[in-house]
């Protein structure tokens, strides 16, 4: 029972700081690709500048969120969908077939 208590605690730890790392890796894979849509001109100026504010934004929300240490299910369920706009707005504006000149 007392080993029980140590890997049991252990392995939470790991679960946790697998979740918050998982974030932080989408959070870079997006501004990677909003880089490499400016890169081959497939997103303009104020595309970018749009992008860019609603990434920012969901950060915002994120450290907002996590202020009281805790983020409910409902601060999750809402940034997860302020996540995949945001996501789905990069695939749209990369691919309507403006470009920058």
Request: with cysteine; net charge positive; aromatic share 4%.
């Amino acid at each position: 029972m007392k080993t029980l208590k140590p890997i049991a605690t252990l392995a939470l730890a790991l679960v946790i700081f697998s979740a918050a790392q998982a974030q932080v890796f989408n959070a870079h894979n997006d501004k990677q690709k909003i880089k490499q849509g400016v890169r081959s001109g497939e997103l303009t100026h104020k595309e970018t500048v749009t992008l860019l504010k609603k990434e920012n934004e969901i950060k915002k929300d994120r450290r907002l969120a996590n202020a009281d240490g805790v983020i409910t299910c409902k601060e999750r369920k809402e940034i997860k969908k302020d996540k995949l706009s945001a996501d789905y707005a990069i695939y749209r504006k990369k691919h309507n077939g403006l470009v920058r000149n």
